[in-house]
């Protein structure tokens, strides 16, 4: 079945700096990769998604970019700000419809 | 007007105990999910209903039953809790079960004592 691996498991950086975090997946038939963030005790509210057609994906200060072929994703988040810390997941949907997540980036930004 | 709701919020029971989690999506979705989240933080699916049908099964103990009595619903059971349950149960809805946004309720947190 397909796994999914995330990196860094923490990740810390100054107000204002580039954030990025990666993931791989190992079902090369997987198509869809979701991207959620987690705030202490809420629930994982997604933040962008990429289709396996796309090879980026922007939406204001986040972007996501797919490599297929070295079955690889990340999330980039450019200008951090305070509020932006929270847990990130990331996700892949494998070829039976199941959303599998990595294991989260706790993101800490600094003021 | 919540999109997805869950209830109770907070679950503390004891070992043994039978109890349910129940969960309501006013978007119209389709298809509807419970996930487990442990206290490590990772998020795994466990059950998944498309149009009631159950679709996704993931390897949970039988000891834990899904019931969707119709499309905006779907319940989880949980029979002879143990120490191992606890953690926070997420229920998710989509429109559809390929490729689209799915969209999770605030949580049940339950420990089990």
């Known amino acids: 079945g397909e796994n999914v691996e995330q990196h860094p498991s923490t990740l810390s950086v100054q107000e204002g700096d580039s954030a990025v975090i990666k993931c791989t997946y190992s079902?090369?038939?997987?198509?869809?990769f979701p991207w959620y963030k987690q705030e202490l005790g809420k629930r994982p509210q997604l933040i962008i998604d990429i289709r396996s057609n796309v090879g980026e994906k922007k939406d204001q200060r986040i972007a996501v970019t797919l490599n297929k072929t070295a079955k690889h994703f990340s999330l980039h988040i450019t200008e951090t700000q305070p509020e932006d810390s929270a847990v990130y997941f990331c996700a892949a949907m494998d070829s039976s419809y199941k959303l599998i997540f990595g294991s989260g980036t706790r993101l800490l930004v600094r003021p | 007007d919540t999109a997805v709701s869950q209830t109770p919020k907070y679950l503390v029971t004891q070992m043994g105990n039978d109890k349910s989690i129940k969960c309501e999506q006013n978007l119209g979705h389709d298809t509807m999910y419970w996930y487990k989240q442990d206290s490590k933080k990772f998020l795994k699916i466990m059950f998944s209903y498309n149009n009631k049908e159950l679709i996704i099964n993931e390897t949970v103990p039988n000891r834990f039953s899904p019931k969707s009595p119709d499309k905006a619903h779907l319940n989880l059971h949980i029979n002879s809790l143990e120490l191992g349950d606890s953690a926070v149960y997420f229920c998710a809805s989509s429109r559809g079960p390929i490729q689209e946004t799915q969209y999770f309720g605030p949580g049940t947190r339950l420990l089990v004592l």
């Open positions: 079902d090369s038939a997987s198509n869809y």
